[in-house]
């Protein structure tokens, strides 16, 4: 097969997909050093992806039936020998079928598979999702490097120097940082809020540490109630401009608890040490294989568990009942391993 010049990646939505198609791009990179590598994808998505040192171009799609046509001409315009759809919906198929690249891959098991000429079926076992990402794309008849599937993303000088001066001007008291993303789309991976309130209060109590509220567009209420159950302490991430900056002050702190979102990618891209509180979401698919910097938490025992549902018939056992006592023991062997390694 002739080395491609051109190649073109589509996941148009979604903060956390985005974030775990980058290691595939990577892997595309190592084998294509000279090639150019776009990716597309829609607002705000594309404000991360300049931490991505593999990507050319960024190329931001917005909605509409009438920006069909813009991008009909723009992306045959960019004459891509390759274009791959790891989103498989509706409209990336059909941005990736207008590309007209001679080769367009997409996942085989979608109704639209009509767009592409390659269909990349998925690994029969569960795998971390980049890593299952990666793999696929032996169904181009290439043999990527599967070594290294973690997300990798820097952060921009100027949202590295907001955050430094976000944080100063709250005046914590000298401690460690612990971040709290208490949000999700999904109420199935959702933590409750008070849970979230008595896990920083432990940390706080028995592990002298401050307490980072973090939130996004539409979550302020969930965490101001999070850090008011705290008290003192606590405080609430500082708003910001954008995902650049969102990203910055993740990283300034020394661990986060989450529950299974888009942000916690973010964090986890940035290297800082992760505990998710899986409930419907499989950790198999969602978790980095390195244990130790990132572990899970989940209320085993349950035959629903990682059921992969959006809504619960069983009323959301899987989170209520999770003791915020178990998430603390979780949390405070990784503060402490991430501590010995910080020294």
């Known amino acids: 097969m002739t080395a491609p010049r051109r190649i073109l990646v589509v996941m148009l939505r979604r903060i956390g997909d985005v974030v775990l198609t980058t290691p595939a791009v990577r892997a595309l990179r190592a084998l294509y050093p000279d090639a150019t590598i776009d990716f597309l994808t829609e607002p705000p998505c594309h404000e991360i992806l300049g931490g991505a040192h593999e990507i050319s171009n960024i190329l931001v799609y917005r909605k509409g039936w009438f920006n069909y046509l813009y991008w009909f001409w723009r992306l045959r315009s960019r004459r891509y020998d390759w274009a791959i759809d790891y989103m498989g919906n509706p409209r990336s198929a059909m941005l990736t079928f207008l590309t007209r690249a001679p080769l367009r891959a997409g996942p085989a098991r979608v109704s639209h598979a009509w767009a592409y000429t390659h269909r990349l079926q998925q690994p029969a076992e569960t795998l971390y999702n980049p890593l299952e990402k990666i793999r696929m794309l032996r169904g181009l ?14 952060a921009s000088a100027e949202a590295e120097e907001f955050a430094q001066k976000a944080l100063v001007r709250m005046r914590m008291p000298k401690a460690p940082l612990v971040g709290l993303i208490p949000a999700s789309r999904r109420e199935t991976r959702r933590w409750p809020a008070p849970s979230y309130a008595a896990l920083g209060r432990l940390l706080r109590d028995r592990k002298g540490v401050n307490l980072l509220v973090c939130w996004g567009p539409g979550e302020r209420e969930l965490a101001e109630r999070v850090r008011d159950g705290i008290g003192e302490q606590a405080y609430l991430s500082p708003e910001t401009a954008d995902l650049r900056q969102a990203s910055a002050v993740l990283g300034r702190c020394d661990i986060i608890v989450t529950n299974c979102n888009g942000p916690r990618h973010l964090a986890g891209a940035r290297g800082v040490p992760t505990l998710t509180i899986h409930s419907s979401s499989d950790p198999a698919s969602w978790n980095p294989p390195d244990a130790e910097r990132f572990p899970f938490v989940r209320r085993d025992g349950l035959h629903c568990i ?9 009323d959301l056992e899987c989170l209520r009942e999770l003791a915020p006592e178990r998430v603390f023991e979780e949390a405070a062997a990784l503060l402490d391993r991430s501590r010995r390694s910080a020294a």
Do not use: H, T, V
């Open 141 to 154: 008849g290439i043999s990527p490097d599967e070594s290294d599937p973690m997300p990798k993303l820097a």
């Open 306 to 314: 990682a059921c992969r549902k959006n809504k619960c018939p069983y």
